[in-house]
């Protein structure tokens, strides 16, 4: 993840330089349940609304749990499908919190309503991501159902108003992008705390539907936007956060964009990007799927390093004689081609592996996304 309102942070008010400190444990995003009221058509999981067989118990989520926060994960992020659906969801939330990890929901967001929200409310997330992939009708037809904009809105509303910290998702497609501004400007007059934007990314539905990748041009004016968005925000002391995710060339985009309007900070930001260092797939990035099989990430589907039933995550992820964890790990990756030779590799640490793995059967290939 980019977190382009820190680093906008660093332009208005420098701070000083620090070593790059790796977290205690990675954030994992933890596919609790495959099951989803919705078919959307970038979906990463495949989900529909029916049973999926295997999946972990909620023992075995337990068991799990403990197991990562001893090992020092510091965030989940309870995603799916659509984890509302889980039969366990309420207490799955109170052990995470109880454990005490940083817990996020992703949700869509259209099971919320005044019935489910004191739970919602009682839950104590530490935030609520709630998925919109444009306006309206762009979002209904993406999301494959008529209303479900509208449902989504009104559970962003009712969080927002009892005091839950929310934010918007949004996955850029070129058959979406028009609609960023809109978002926007909903983000704005909603009161929302948080925007993130997804790049597509090739996994699940979204390498199915990869045609309809934004183009490179339509991809640097949706970031010009975003960062015009973010430091007007910074610069009014509006709080409000802006991320981006799943194409690390956002991080060299940004210094190309403050170079224009601040020459003079630009070598202290190159130095702040160095320390993020871009892609943390497999390294500060893990993802568990509703099976209890262990990837570098969410879009990892086909890349199993092993399953948390069997033997604990902390063994599996620090296990590097599995050729593809010991790469992502490796400093520097060995990266071949252009991402290989580009001068900013420090910054975005060669971008997204697993759409070069799509694209090329090659993991450590260029990034095809890539779109400077």
């Known amino acids: 993840m980019f977190r382009v309102t820190r680093f906008m942070q660093e332009l208005r008010r420098p701070s000083p330089p620090a070593p790059r400190r790796a ?3 990675p954030v994992v995003i933890w596919n609790l349940i495959r099951r989803c009221n919705l078919a959307c058509q970038h979906c990463y999981s495949i989900s529909a609304d029916i049973d999926f067989p295997g999946e972990l118990s909620t023992p075995d989520i ?8 001893a090992f020092g994960v510091p965030v989940l992020i309870l995603s799916g499908g659509e984890p509302l659906l ?3 969801i309420w207490a799955i939330a109170d052990r995470a919190r109880a454990l005490g990890f940083y817990v996020a929901l992703s949700t869509n967001g259209t099971l919320i309503d005044e019935a489910l929200l004191p739970k919602i409310v009682g839950a104590q997330f530490d935030y609520v991501g709630i998925s919109l992939d444009g306006i309206e009708a762009t979002h209904d037809r993406f999301r494959r159902k008529a209303g479900a904009f509208a449902a989504s809105l009104a559970g962003l509303r009712l969080c927002r108003d009892a005091g839950v910290k929310v934010g918007l998702r949004f996955t850029l497609t070129q058959d979406n992008a028009h609609d960023l501004p809109g978002l926007l400007q909903l983000m704005e007059a909603e009161r929302v705390d948080k925007f993130y934007l997804s790049h597509l990314n090739y996994g ?4 199915i539907n990869r045609k309809t990748d934004a183009m490179f041009r339509t991809t640097r004016a949706a970031m010009d936007r975003i960062f015009d968005a973010a430091w007007r925000d910074v610069e009014a002391d509006g709080g409000r956060e802006f991320v981006t995710g799943n194409n690390d060339a956002d991080g060299v ?4 964009w403050a170079r224009r309007r601040f020459p003079e900070r630009e070598v202290h930001l190159r130095a702040k990007l160095a320390e993020w260092g871009g892609n943390a797939s497999g390294v500060n990035v893990a993802n568990i799927d509703n099976l209890g099989n262990v990837h570098p990430d969410t879009f990892w589907s086909d890349a199993t390093l092993g399953n948390v039933r069997t033997r604990p995550f902390s063994e599996i992820w620090q296990d590097t004689t599995n050729p593809l964890l010991a790469g992502l790990k490796a400093v520097p990756r060995q990266v071949t081609g252009r991402c290989g030779a580009c001068g900013y590799f420090d910054v975005c640490g060669g971008n997204t592996r697993v759409r070069a793995l799509q694209l090329t059967g090659d993991p450590w290939a260029e990034d095809p996304g890539c779109y400077l």
């Open 23 to 25: 977290p205690p444990g």
């Open 62 to 69: 337990f068991r799990t749990m403990d197991d990562l926060r």
């Open 86 to 88: 889980h039969p366990d």
């Open 204 to 207: 699940g539905r979204g390498n």
């Open 253 to 256: 985009y940004l210094l190309h």
